[in-house]
């Protein structure tokens, strides 16, 4: 990848005539991890991350801006990765700090409570979620408006948390609400769209209403596809969304023949102890025992962990984690 390429060559070419320790240096660090971030890449955008905050709190304090960014990005790596517990940690610190230094209505304060929400949306801790979900939307009404990017986003962050308390009628309404502003504001194949149509099909889902769920998959499926590639965490969940849609049909031929690859690519991708790559072991250990495949179904036995949790659930897109 071009952009790649080009950031590896200016943070090698720092580190070499500026040091590590120089702020062009970091800059360029941050970038790289950014780019590394966006192609899915956790570990290696992690280790720059850890890095980056090292550096930054050894050199502009615990509470510079820059420092608290820092943490922020690497919460939100940690959470990608299904670390809860340790974005939970950053999460609690950032928001706290970003509250004290620039009080409760300014944007990067509001962006820290909509990322510990995530936070504990992700480990099932609900009425938390709720709590800051619902501050942080009546927030980003009242500052930045109701077609504001950062808005829409919130109101998709309180509807999964509705979805996941069970409340269908209100997260549906708030699931329209996004994806018609979405479609509207960004167009039909922008990234966002595509979550909030995959939301909005795990709402239908949710109430087996199986047709319009599995028209919203297909398409989700096929926009992923083509944007952003097969191996992508977010093309691989699209897959397992339409297998479940499948599953509760009955058809677990087309079941199986998505979910096989889905399961092979998100333990290449995210690892195998991931929360979201177990849940596509069970997926497919369940389908295989369906067809009556026993073989089958024991080699994904086999790939189990024991006693490994996963609250926020492949059927819902989930939350929005914000990266500075």
């Known amino acids: 990848m071009e952009s790649e390429k080009l950031n590896v060559e ?24 950014a780019t590394y971030r966006s192609q899915g890449r956790w570990i290696e955008s992690e280790q720059l991350k850890v890095e980056i905050l090292e550096q930054r709190r050894r050199v502009l304090g615990i509470e ?3 420092t608290i960014d820092a943490a922020a990005n690497l919460a939100a790596i940690y959470h990608s990765q299904g670390r809860w517990t340790e974005s939970e940690e950053l999460d609690v610190v950032v928001f706290e700090r970003r509250k004290q230094l620039l009080g409760m209505e300014h944007p990067d304060t509001i962006d820290a409570a909509a990322n510990l929400a995530a936070t504990y949306y992700s480990q099932g801790r609900w009425n938390e979620s709720e709590s800051l979900e619902v501050e942080v939307l009546e927030q980003r009404r009242r500052i930045l408006g109701l077609e504001h990017p950062d808005t829409i986003d919130a109101a998709a962050d309180l509807a999964a948390t509705y979805h996941s308390q069970g409340r269908w009628t209100e997260s549906e309404r708030l699931d329209v609400e996004v994806l018609e502003q979405r479609r509207q504001i960004l167009g039909m194949e922008h990234p966002d769209t595509i979550s909030a149509s995959a939301n909005l099909a795990s709402t239908y889902r949710s109430q087996k209403r199986w047709k319009e769920c599995e028209m919203l998959e297909a398409e989700v499926l096929e926009q992923r596809r083509k944007i952003l590639g097969m191996e992508h965490p ?27 690859p ?5 333990i290449m991708c995210r690892g195998q102890q991931h929360p979201y790559t177990q849940e596509v072991i069970r997926s497919l250990m369940s389908v295989y025992g369906k067809l009556g495949k ?19 659930k492949l059927l819902y897109a989930g939350t929005n984690i914000t990266q500075i």
């Not at 889905?262 to 998100?266: D, G, P």
């Not at 026993?294 to 926020?312: F, H, W």
């Open 262 to 266: 889905a399961a092979r690519l998100s």
């Open 294 to 312: 026993t073989s089958e179904a024991e080699g994904m036995k086999r790939l189990l962990i024991p006693d490994v949790s996963s609250p926020a």
């Open 10 to 33: 200016v943070l090698e070419q720092r580190r070499r005539i500026l040091g590590t320790q120089h702020p062009d240096t970091i800059i360029a660090a941050a970038n790289l991890a």
């Open 64 to 66: 510079h801006p820059d």
């Open 234 to 260: 977010d093309t691989i969940d699209a897959a397992a969304n339409l297998a479940a849609t499948y599953g509760a049909q009955d058809r677990w031929r087309e079941a199986a023949t998505l979910l096989a």
